[in-house]
């Protein structure tokens, strides 16, 4: 069984920042991709960042520039740092990863959302 829990999120004005941070735990060989995933009311969930676990990273163009994904692979974990949030960032952020159970079979696995709002 694998778990991830996600710390941060709330609510902010514009142009302020937030952090979100998530931690997998469990039983796992290994962590591939790691990412963060949105979802508006209304809207279906979008990517937002993917990390490799070798680093390489991957946005979406509406937070290019504003947002950076990182990972610890030691600790399992994985953080977004938003910047400069806008009224359209506005969603529940979920955190990613597809894990290795075994050499050869990887799984996704979710975290329960964390709310952002950003709202003047």
């Known amino acids: 069984q694998v778990q991830l829990v996600e710390f941060g999120g709330g609510l902010v004005q514009p142009g302020e920042s937030l952090r979100l941070s998530c931690a997998a735990s469990g039983s796992f060989l290994d962590i591939d991709f790691m990412g963060w995933y949105r979802q508006a009311p209304g809207k279906q969930r979008e990517v937002v960042a993917v990390i490799t676990r070798g680093g390489a990273t991957s946005y979406v163009g509406s937070v290019k520039g504003r947002f950076t994904i990182s990972r610890d692979n030691a600790k399992n974990t994985v953080t977004l740092q938003m910047n400069s949030l806008k009224p359209d960032d506005t969603a529940v952020y979920f955190c990613?990863?597809?894990?290795?159970?075994?050499?050869?079979?990887?799984?996704?696995?979710w975290g329960q959302g964390t709310q952002v709002t950003v709202s003047s």
């Open positions: 990613n990863a597809r894990v290795f159970i075994t050499t050869f079979l990887k799984n996704d696995y």
